[in-house]
């Protein structure tokens, strides 16, 4: 089989780990970086890589087989990626889980009209957490579910502490309690509250002369980001912030108490978690396995749009089926 030919839409730091990614896999080759910069002014980690910009992107339809997204869930994969699949097999990371019924309706539009196939909502959660949620419902249909995050940066949220009077750099890290963690273990199945379940730890560079304060108490009142949680706030100087806080960790769990058996009074424990220390890498990671789903799938002739419950598993690996069933079955 040739090999899958990737387009990255999109070059920060999901975008360079896809380009990492792509080195790691035999079956696959880097077609293109496109942007919204000038491209003159990007240097690719791989040398000799193509730059285009996002402008011209449609004379490249012929040339990619799978044209991965990425943007922010925010504002541009909400546009992205139904515009895009008009002209190409697409893959996005779309991780607003309420608004994904209402993207996924956009995308499968554009896709089948086009007869292009996309795949959307793929990384770790939504994605890979999605999977285990599903089995471990389906397997335990008596018991209670539950989803941990962290220890980890929270990029929504470092945002906005940065955009706090006085900060001048910031980051946030989201902490799972770990006594909530050990109730769910017990089979308790305990009934937790926002604040129950996570701690949020803020590290802040002030302005000089800024009001600490002030800061603290904008930080932890803030609607929508802290005012549900017990947050910390620390100072610390901008040598320390560059030295300690230079990497993008992050994680969690997916926990799932059920009872079986005769009167169900059997206690079953279903527990899956990831500790990362680069979110986009391992995101990037996921994204370029499923682009090998895609491209069997699109030979096969599928179109429209799916997401990780539709794709078995075997279409992710390099190996064939005898041989999975050879080695890891």
Known sequence: MSKV?????????????????IRQNDDMELAGIFTRR??????????????????SIQDKKDDIDVLIICGGSATDLPKQT?????????????????????????????????????????????GLFSLNRLYAESILPNGK???????????????????????????????????????????????????????????IVPEEGADLAKIEESIKTMKNYFDQYDTTVN?????????VHNKMPHGGFVMRSGLTGDGEKTHQ??????KLESNPEFT??????????????????ATGCKTAFDIAPAYLSPLSAEELRATML
């Open 235 to 243: 100072f610390i100087t901008e040598e320390e912030f560059d030295a």
């Open 82 to 126: 139904p515009e895009l699949a008009k002209y190409f097999n697409v893959i996005d990371s779309f991780d607003t889980h309420a608004r994904i019924p209402e993207h996924f309706a956009n995308v499968d539009k554009a896709a089948k009209e086009s007869g292009h196939l996309a795949f959307i909502s793929l990384g770790w959660d939504p």
């Open 269 to 274: 424990m279903i527990e899956y978690s990831l």
């Open 5 to 21: 030919r990737i387009g990255i839409a999109g070059y920060g730091n999901l975008g360079k780990g896809v380009e990492l990614a």
């Open 284 to 301: 990037a990671s996921v994204l370029i396995c499923f682009a090998r789903a895609m491209a069997r799938l699109k030979a096969e002739g």
């Open 145 to 203: 579910s539950y989803t941990f995050w962290g220890k980890g940066v929270s990029q929504g949220h470092s945002d906005a502490i940065r955009r706090v009077e006085g900060v001048k750099r910031g980051i946030q890290y989201t902490i799972p309690v770990e006594s909530a963690m050990e109730q769910v273990r017990s089979g308790s199945q305990p009934e937790l509250t926002t604040r129950q379940k996570h701690t949020r730890e803020c590290w």
């Open 38 to 55: 000038d491209p003159s002014t990007l240097k690719p980690l791989t040398a000799g890589a193509p730059v285009y910009s996002i402008d």
